[in-house]
């Protein structure tokens, strides 16, 4: 998803009136090819873009540090059953954000959480709670992007047991973590939208496809702008056909 938001800044680079990124003093590069360990261009916790009449934010969803934000779903659902609304608060001026019926709010799981039971429990939780709220018109949209395949050389393409693979592979026969996300999250029930990522043979275009160094992040322009061609698609159709920035807020 930090790519997906990386593809959102440039396709929108020239509509932007307002960025900021929280780069990480230090990033773990995992010998990837032209990796920048840390600071400007670095890995970043936080993200923000402002474009004329919206904005764009990037949080995990666990929260960051430096900030202070603590884990999402447990706030919203906080927040929801005690007085029926939805914040937002990390900005760069760390101002409470309410969200309204323009807003979304785009989650993923992320790669590297193996016991997701707890994690799954939480989204199933909160989006029937959201879904079945009386006022649901004026509460964010809740949008869900399943998690990306890795194309490691095992069986079933995942990172397992600390092995690294000698070559990336250049496509698979199926997604666990897809496959596990769809098994809970149905639309309609916990969730208004799903974004499925299918890129099962889109392995040639991984970081490390050809020195076997990273099977999980993508080469870019590659599948992350497609990924992001298709979120602003689901998020407001109309305003993209139309060419100009979408009036939502939407929060990854």
Known sequence: MRQVFVALGCGLLPVLSGRFVDWAE?????????????????????????????????????????????????????????????????TPRHERVFLGRDDVVVYNAGLHKNDRTRLYQQLDNFGRELLAQRGRHSLPRWVYVTTVTQHFATSDGQYSNGRRSKRCQPSIPSNPRLESELSVLREGVNVDRILRVDDLDAGALHVGAYDGSDCTHYCMPGVPDVTAHRLLELVHPHDLRRRRPSRSRSSS
Request: glycine letters at 10%; aromatic letters at 10%; hydrophobic letters at 35%.
């Open 26 to 90: 230090r990033w773990p590069c995992h010998s990837s090819p032209n990796c920048v360990e840390g600071g400007a261009h670095s890995g970043f916790n936080v993200g923000w873009m402002a474009l004329p009449g919206s904005e764009v934010w990037f949080v995990p969803h666990a929260g960051t540090l430096r900030h202070g934000q603590a884990n999402i779903i447990d706030r919203f659902r906080k927040e929801l059953a005690s007085n029926h609304s939805v914040s937002f608060r990390l």
